[in-house]
């Protein structure tokens, strides 16, 4: 079965993990820019990595038969020197235009501070004035709750934001009814130490059902699997639920989300 991994980062991949990926049927991946594990020290270092995102990584992954797109961010780490934060906003617009790129992300919050949200705000007012899908990225343990509580609460307060084009991502089970119920796609990131387990995210299929929501693996520079999805397909299966269940969050879902975007144009294999 041919699925997508709509999260992943595949600039801190290996070509190894493209071929495997490939074999296992992975089709699409979509690469939201992020923190490198390191801060950037210019403006110069985010257009670079940019143009990584949008020239060189769709082309390793076309080398294996994989569809590769990409979100344009600043990522909550990197948010809190606000002024910087503008001078890479400012850079988006060029990369928006770019072929294999779905939107504004991954953003959000990390520390869910003052600037971290002025950050924000300036990053949804771009995606609101260029009609942009976005997605989000929420803070890790002990911040999620706080942190997706007021991702939401920003979103609800403006009333330009078509809730069927945004993603709240890293959901877990104390967060994901709020994203569900108020319209929300919700991603669940499956990552070995913390965010969610296979196991756990078929709990929450179990519990709410597959619509609207994505799995993914995230997978980046850190402790991280890039076959994650392939390991929840393998846990649905284990448990017996049919494959049109499966088929549907990790290849319907993915793909109904990515078409909200006017640069999405997917292929599909059968009319290869
Ligand atoms: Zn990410």
């Known amino acids: 079965m041919y699925f997508f991994d709509p999260h992943i980062h595949m600039a801190a991949r290996t070509t190894d993990d493209f071929a495997t990926m490939a074999k296992m049927d992975c089709l ?112 890790h343990l002990e911040d999620k709750y706080l942190g997706t509580r007021m991702i939401l609460d920003i979103l609800r307060a403006d009333s330009r934001v078509d809730r069927s084009r945004v993603c ?16 929300y796609w919700a991603g669940i990131t499956l990552y070995p130490t913390t965010k969610a387990t296979p196991q756990r995210a078929a709990d929450m299929i179990e519990v709410y059902g597959p619509e609207r929501i994505l799995v993914n693996s995230s997978a980046d520079w850190g402790p991280s699997d890039p076959l994650a999805v392939r390991r929840f397909m393998h846990e649905m299966r284990r448990r017996r639920h049919p494959e ?24 599909p294999p059968e009319q290869d």
């Open 28 to 139: 699409v991946v979509g690469e939201p820019a992020f923190w490198m594990g390191y801060d950037r020290s210019g403006t110069n270092s985010f257009y670079d990595y940019f143009r990584q995102l949008t020239e060189w990584e769709p082309k390793r992954a076309a080398n294996h038969g994989i569809q590769h797109y990409a979100w344009m961010g600043i990522n909550a780490k990197e948010a809190e020197d606000v002024g910087f934060a503008r001078e890479v906003i400012a850079l988006l617009p060029e990369f928006l235009d770019r072929p294999n790129v779905l939107g504004i992300g991954e953003i959000g919050l990390h520390k869910c501070t003052k600037n971290e949200v002025t950050t924000l705000l300036g990053l949804i007012d771009l995606a609101m004035a260029r009609e942009e899908q976005m997605l989000f990225h929420t803070p």
């Open 168 to 183: 709240i991502d890293h959901c877990e089970e104390h967060t994901i009814r709020p994203a569900l119920e108020e319209g």
């Open 244 to 267: 049109s269940l499966i088929r549907r969050i990790v290849y319907d879902n993915p793909l109904e989300f990515f078409r909200g975007s006017r640069n999405f144009r997917f292929v």
